[in-house]
């Protein structure tokens, strides 16, 4: 008599489930601190530029002087698009009018891994490995900032090699130069959300990498879970719930109205923390440095919020994540709101690149099991 195998019994979404070994980073969400190898993320979003975060990650260590400024002038050369990618963008671009930048990089990225001849990582050695993803990564702020401005119907600007990441990123997307502060600014948020633990995207990355496919490959899928609003899309839907608002008197009435009738407030609460997300109070600073009635309205929010949660959901620790005070800064400095998740996806392909690199070096594909619910088998075949 055959058996069937017990299959143990998980949580829904695999909550909490360890899966593997990283050295690539943790989230200790009861302490509300995450870090990338053995360093605070947010001391070095403080402290640090995001080209020394990128060689930690791929690395394991903190560039010196010399081999810092040798990584920053490595990756700027590999931002230029090669020309079977660019001259397809206008039609991705077209396709993509509804969808928007972070649809059209799935397409892209499949091309620049074809265009580049990328090849199965299980088949590299891992200095052919990070050579790939170093590509991939530079590639990918060109590739959103076109298709942003080829759908406003702009020309591309094409990437400098002479500027660091963020403030060429900001200079692909508007044409010119931004202000230090700015460009530190979302220096600081590219930096805070890297990387996250085994979040949706980073796992599905990592799935797609235990089966040796190439870092294009891996990247796509990584890109396709990030565009799902329950998990990429929420800062400019945070920055909505403000202007849904309005004005400081309507906020305890519509909240209310949204907590009683059971609807999610957009930026608010977090599947880890049980405390306040460190990066929300980082980039909360970091508004607050600039000012002005948009930040006044979302600190007020905030406050309300949190004690209206507090009266009607008590015991829940329900605070601003990161997409709160993300959508705040991005508006601040003059990103559009079609480009608030896809400036998530230019930092976290840094992430997914280093987590791809590392079950790179694991040949075991990953493939769990599920438990069947559906009528019992066999059943007879009903004649036709």
Request: charged share 20%; aromatic share 8%.
């Given at each position: 008599?055959?058996?069937?195998?017990?299959?143990?019994?998980?949580?829904?979404g695999?909550?909490?489930?360890?899966?593997?070994?990283?050295?690539?980073?943790?989230?200790?969400?009861?302490?509300?601190?995450?870090?990338?190898?053995?360093?605070?993320?947010?001391?070095?979003?403080?402290t640090?530029?995001?080209?020394?975060?990128?060689?930690?990650?791929?690395?394991?260590?903190?560039?010196?002087?010399?081999?810092?400024?040798?990584?920053t002038?490595?990756?700027?050369?590999?931002?230029?698009?090669?020309?079977?990618?660019?001259?397809?963008?206008?039609?991705?671009?077209?396709?993509?009018?509804?969808?928007?930048?972070?649809?059209?990089?799935?397409?892209?990225?499949?091309?620049?891994?074809?265009?580049?001849?990328?090849?199965?990582?299980?088949?590299?050695?891992?200095?052919?490995?990070?050579?790939?993803?170093?590509?991939?990564?530079?590639?990918?702020?060109?590739i959103?900032?076109?298709?942003?401005?080829?759908?406003?119907?702009?020309?591309?600007?094409?990437?400098?090699?002479?500027?660091?990441y963020?403030?060429?990123?900001?200079?692909?997307?508007?044409?010119?130069?931004?202000?230090?502060?700015?460009?530190?600014?979302?220096?600081?948020?590219?930096?805070?959300?890297?990387?996250?633990?085994?979040?949706?995207?980073?796992?599905?990355?990592?799935?797609?990498?235990?089966?040796?496919?190439?870092?294009?490959?891996?990247?796509?899928?990584?890109?396709?879970?990030?565009?799902?609003?329950?998990?990429?899309?929420?800062?400019?839907?945070?920055l909505?719930?403000?202007?849904a608002?309005?004005?400081?008197?309507r906020?305890?009435?519509?909240?209310?109205?949204?907590?009683?009738?059971?609807?999610?407030?957009?930026?608010?609460?977090?599947?880890?923390?049980?405390?306040?997300?460190?990066?929300?109070?980082?980039?909360?600073?970091?508004?607050?440095?600039?000012?002005?009635?948009?930040?006044?309205?979302?600190?007020?929010?905030?406050?309300?919020?949190?004690?209206?949660?507090?009266?009607?959901?008590?015991?829940?620790?329900?605070?601003?994540?990161?997409?709160?005070?993300?959508?705040?800064?991005?508006?601040?400095?003059?990103?559009?709101?079609?480009?608030?998740?896809?400036?998530?996806?230019?930092?976290?392909?840094?992430?997914?690149?280093?987590?791809?690199?590392?079950?790179?070096?694991?040949?075991?594909?990953?493939?769990?099991?599920?438990?069947?619910?559906?009528?019992?088998?066999?059943?007879?075949v009903?004649?036709?």
């Amino acid at each position: 008599m055959t058996t069937t195998p017990v299959v143990p019994a998980v949580p829904r979404g695999l909550a909490g489930v360890v899966v593997t070994d990283t050295a690539l980073g943790d989230v200790r969400g009861r302490e509300g601190f995450y870090h990338y190898r053995q360093f605070s993320a947010i001391e070095l979003a403080e402290t640090r530029s995001f080209e020394d975060v990128w060689y930690l990650m791929f690395h394991g260590e903190l560039p010196d002087r010399a081999a810092a400024a040798d990584f920053t002038a490595r990756t700027a050369k590999l931002r230029a698009l090669p020309a079977e990618v660019r001259e397809a963008l206008p039609a991705i671009a077209r396709a993509g009018a509804v969808s928007g930048p972070l649809a059209g990089l799935r397409t892209a990225l499949s091309l620049l891994g074809a265009a580049g001849g990328y090849r199965p990582v299980y088949d590299l050695d891992a200095g052919s490995r990070r050579a790939d993803a170093l590509a991939a990564c530079a590639a990918v702020p060109t590739i959103l900032t076109a298709l942003q401005r080829l759908g406003e119907g702009l020309e591309p600007v094409e990437p400098r090699e002479d500027l660091p990441y963020a403030a060429n990123y900001l200079y692909m997307l508007t044409g010119t130069e931004a202000e230090p502060e700015r460009v530190r600014a979302v220096e600081q948020y590219l930096i805070s959300t890297v990387d996250h633990g085994f979040n949706a995207s980073t796992f599905t990355a990592r799935v797609v990498a235990s089966t040796g496919a190439d870092v294009a490959a891996c990247l796509v899928a990584a890109v396709g879970a990030l565009s799902g609003p329950l998990h990429g899309g929420a800062p400019s839907r945070a920055l909505d719930t403000l202007d849904a608002i309005g004005t400081p008197d309507r906020i305890d009435g519509w909240i209310r109205e949204q907590v009683l009738s059971g609807r999610r407030i957009m930026g608010f609460g977090h599947p880890v923390y049980r405390t306040e997300d460190p990066r929300s109070r980082m980039l909360k600073s970091i508004a607050q440095g600039f000012g002005g009635p948009l930040v006044d309205f979302a600190v007020e929010v905030e406050q309300q919020v949190e004690a209206i949660l507090a009266e009607l959901k008590p015991g829940r620790e329900l605070h601003t994540n990161v997409e709160f005070y993300a959508g705040v800064v991005m508006e601040l400095c003059g990103l559009p709101r079609t480009m608030f998740t896809p400036t998530f996806c230019a930092a976290r392909v840094i992430g997914w690149s280093a987590n791809i690199l590392e079950q790179a070096e694991d040949s075991k594909i990953i493939r769990p099991a599920a438990r069947y619910i559906g009528t019992p088998p066999p059943q007879p075949v009903p004649a036709p």
